[in-house]
């Protein structure tokens, strides 16, 4: 039972890189999710989906862009890297299962 | 609208009791409390989504008052293990299907 993967788990960039996290789950959860986490701070909704081919913006989308072609994946896609990037990433499924994160850092 | 949590921090000796809140302004649909140990992703606790409802397993439970748009989350006889930061994630009502989180709480219980 792998639950929600993400890969990769940690990533550096350099500023004006573009990267996408891989999220992926094996529940067959109709909604998910991607967050931030920045140190001391509470999550951040970036972007989510209901279903595959939906997706809506979250509190804080500017900078990242999301697809969801099938009810297992949902990357999300970093273009042109900001050092304001710079978080730990979680994906989730069903508003209940968290991936392990994945921490990236722009330089 | 991000749910305001309170308090920011408390510390505990083993066995004490602890209350955290979680407020919006907004009219809530559904609760959700995670807990978060350093280095690791939230884990879930429980989900409360009626007005007035109660929940809980073993010494930790939870409560929403739809009317106040509040949830509380208590801990009893703490121990060690109960040590992280707690998040609430709110749902607004209607079903926006957006999880919101406040800032989280931060519980050290020590022995």
């Known amino acids: 039972n792998a639950g929600v993967t993400q890969t990769p788990k940690f990533r550096i960039l350099k500023i004006g890189q573009s990267m996408t996290l891989q999220c992926t789950q094996d529940m067959n959860h109709n909604y998910m999710y991607w967050y931030r986490q920045d140190p001391g701070m509470g999550l951040k909704l970036i972007y989510y989906s209901v279903g595959a081919g939906i997706t809506d913006k979250g509190e804080v989308p500017n900078g990242y862009n999301v697809s969801r072609s099938t009810t297992e994946d949902f990357p999300l896609r970093l273009e042109l890297a900001a050092p304001s990037q710079t978080s730990v990433y979680f994906c989730v499924a069903g508003e209940l299962f968290f991936g392990e994160g994945s921490r990236l850092t722009v330089l | 609208q991000q749910p305001v949590q309170s308090p920011q921090a408390v510390i505990l000796r083993e066995g004490e009791d602890a209350v955290i809140n979680c407020s919006s302004s907004?009219?809530?649909?559904?609760v959700h409390w995670y807990r978060q140990k350093h280095g690791e992703a939230p884990v879930f606790l429980m989900i409360l989504l009626k007005g007035g409802e109660q929940k809980g397993h073993d010494k930790i439970s939870a409560s929403f008052n739809e009317k106040k748009q509040q949830s509380s989350l208590y801990l009893t006889a703490s121990q060690l293990s109960y040590s992280g930061t707690y998040f609430c994630g709110t749902e607004r009502k209607g079903g926006s299907e957006k999880l919101v989180f406040g800032k989280g709480t931060k519980l050290t219980v020590n022995p």
């Open positions: 907004k009219a809530l649909y559904s």
